[in-house]
């Protein structure tokens, strides 16, 4: 009787190449695969904060809303959304673009384990 080693358990080059190809079948599931999942949802957040609140200042601004003291305070809160959307764009395209994050955090695990 042969007894197996399970570390020998692995997949031939066909079947790797396989699982492989059916991950990244797309560009987007490439670039979603590449990225981490939260800063993807981050952007798409911000992205999506900027745009309705640029939407909502051209609806105030053409006079589509009517009373006044509501286009203002519209106007007031949307330029507060756009500014925070386009913040967390920025703070998360600096986050996803910084090389020595990976460092900097293996750096901070090892600091706390010592302790």
Sequence with gaps: MKNKNPKDDSLSSSESLNIK????????????????????FYIIAA???IFLGLAVITISVLGLIQPHLLSISLIMVAS????????????TAVKRKNRNSLLRNAMRRIMQHKN
């Design 21 to 40: 190809d059916s991950i990244h079948n797309s560009a987007i599931s490439h670039y979603v695969e590449q990225t981490h999942s939260l800063s993807t």
């Design 80 to 91: 507060v959304t756009t500014m925070i959307g386009f913040y967390l764009l920025y703070i």
């Design 47 to 49: 992205i999506l904060q």
